[in-house]
């Protein structure tokens, strides 16, 4: 089992596929964990590429009584991993909440850092701001963090099936509810950081290729959000997943997959 030490004796687990100092580096998104790239990791390991994947503070098998759980704090997380591993080229790919925490550790590793991939990312913005009006609103997102402390296990429930738009077994959806229940109920921290952040400065100060993937029929982050990387960022590709909710790298795989490792291999 591979750990990463972090402050006050907590570890982050990662899995690290292959060798060399290239790699593609997966983050998953809020409450769930690695496991939700299994649809991912053969093809990229199939296709020879090094894969890295970590499950956020308080998720997955990362142990859960972090007492930061929010963005920045799994940001460092992704940094720490690349330095610890000795990546020296490395294509980040985010989903959701991973969106958000690529484009930021992307500013931060610069040349090293040799392509960026948004997943349905929440990024630049989760919720509508001045001059940027795509997404939810603070109300929405307040209504949601009160109503998953409410009634945890029912909200993530209710979560788990909207993930998808695609008609998907139930033993999907069961996988993604035991994904998120394993998380710590204060992970919520990270949610919330989603109300305030603002990425559009970040994005537009990036030269790195991005490939942003947009699930056509996605309850969970605006579509709109996903295609208005493009505004902001000079080097974008945008692929449209029409018949995707928010897991386009499940309901439409192939296609995902095929645009994915297309990308990868330009950037490595």
């Not at 940027?132 to 909200?155: C, I, Q």
């Not at 790298?249 to 192939?254: D, K, L």
Request: hydrophobic content about 45%.
């Amino acid at each position: 089992m591979s750990s990463l030490a972090r402050e006050d004796g907590k570890q982050v687990y990662f899995e690290d596929y292959g060798s060399g100092d290239s790699a593609v580096l997966l983050v998953h998104g809020w409450g769930m964990s690695l496991r939700a790239w299994d649809y991912t990791l053969p093809a990229l390991t199939a296709a020879g590429h090094r894969v890295v994947l970590l499950d956020h503070r308080g998720c997955g098998q990362s142990d859960k009584d972090f007492a930061d759980m929010g963005i920045d704090a799994i940001v460092g997380v992704v940094l720490a991993l690349v330095e610890h591993l000795g990546l020296q080229r490395v294509v980040l790919n985010g989903w959701s909440l991973g969106g958000a925490v690529v484009v930021a550790a992307a500013s931060e590793l610069g040349a090293r850092c040799t392509g960026l991939v948004l997943t349905c990312g929440a990024t630049p913005c989760y919720l509508q701001k001045s001059g940027y009006a795509h997404g939810g609103t603070d109300e929405a997102l307040a209504e949601t963090l009160a109503a998953m402390a409410a009634d945890r296990v029912n909200f993530l429930a209710a979560l788990s099936a909207g993930v998808f738009a695609s008609e998907v077994s139930q033993q999907l959806v069961d996988w993604s509810l035991n994904s998120f229940l394993q998380s710590s109920p204060l992970a919520a921290k990270a949610l919330a950081d989603l109300g305030p952040l603002d990425q559009r400065e970040m994005l537009a100060g990036l030269e790195v290729p991005i490939l942003s993937y947009i699930g056509g029929k996605d309850a969970v982050v605006d579509p709109a959000v996903c295609r208005s990387v493009a505004d902001y960022a000079s080097n974008v590709t945008l692929v449209e997943c029409s018949e995707s909710g928010h897991a386009p790298f499940i309901e439409e795989r192939e296609f995902y997959n095929h645009e994915l490792l297309n990308f990868v291999a330009a950037q490595l």
